[in-house]
């Protein structure tokens, strides 16, 4: 592992961001140096998901990605930039695609709620929920325009969305569960935080500054759960206080139990803006 990351932080790093393949011909595709196809969202966010970027460049990859895929006149967030089109690369069958269409440099929805979730590990709670908003159906369709724009369904997560000319900002495959699935994780998980493992709840969030409060209801068997989170300092994580029933949890975590009764946990967040993963 130490050596895949230190080659990966070396022939993987391309000046301002990671590259994103090497080509069976000796061709890379994610590089600066190329004319299509110079920069891929997956790369960027995923040496921040892997922890495997050092930790200057999991920043400077990210801020790459903001400043070329993220496209806020069509609130979408594209897979590549640019789209395969007249180069001489040859990726496989996504360059069949028209350019901007789907993998071909649209936005393909499970890489951009891994862009939201690596900018929450990083800690940035004000461009996760912008770009987790940006990316929500509902917001392509607030307006008879936009829904004309969009013209799928504002109530489910479509798989993908076209990125460029006459077709930008217009969504492709719909009900397509992947994608839903992720955005599900990206919210619950990594904004509010809620984490479930090995029976174990604690809270992990990452919000804006400017969130005062929010409340969760989990239903674990048959117990249920109420979580209220206050944030009076207008920080965007780090639990300070975790409090059952009244009672202060040291571990700032508790073991579920299935068995029925009702649990009210408070929680206070209280540092940041970088949260701890």
């Known amino acids: 592992m130490e050596k895949l990351k230190k080659a990966l932080n070396n022939n993987g790093w391309d000046g301002r961001w990671y590259k994103r393949a090497f ?60 789209p395969f089109e007249k180069g001489s690369l040859k990726p496989g069958y996504i360059k069949a695609y028209l350019p901007g269409t789907r993998e071909n440099g649209g936005q393909y929805t499970h890489a951009s709620c891994w862009a ?44 993908d969305i076209y990125g460029q000319r006459n077709l930008a900002g217009r969504g492709g495959w719909t009900w397509y569960t992947g994608s839903s699935s992720w955005m599900y994780e990206a919210g619950i998980k990594y904004l509010l935080g809620l984490r479930i493992e090995k029976q174990k709840l604690s809270l992990k969030p990452c919000i804006p500054n400017d969130w005062k409060e929010y409340k969760i209801k989990y239903k674990y068997g048959n117990s249920i759960y109420n979580i209220n989170v206050t944030n009076p300092n207008g920080k965007y994580s780090e639990v300070v206080s975790f409090k059952l029933n009244e009672q202060e949890i040291p571990e700032k975590q508790i073991t579920l139990n299935p068995n029925g009764g009702i649990y009210n946990i408070e929680v206070v967040l209280g540092t940041g803006p970088i949260a701890h993963f």
């Open 23 to 82: 080509m069976d011909d000796g061709n890379v595709l994610g590089s600066i140096q190329n004319e299509e196809c110079r920069i891929d969202s997956i790369s960027q966010s995923w040496s921040v998901i892997s922890n495997a970027g050092d930790n200057d460049k999991k920043y400077i990859s990210m801020e790459s990605l903001e400043n070329h895929l993220i496209d806020k006149e069509n609130g979408i967030i594209k897979l590549l930039d640019p």
């Open 116 to 159: 939201i979730i690596a900018e929450a590990i990083l800690g940035f709670g004000n461009k996760a929920m912008e770009y987790y908003r940006m990316i929500n159906p509902i917001e392509h369709s607030r307006t008879k325009e936009a829904a004309n724009k969009y013209k799928v369904e504002p109530y489910v997560v479509a798989a």
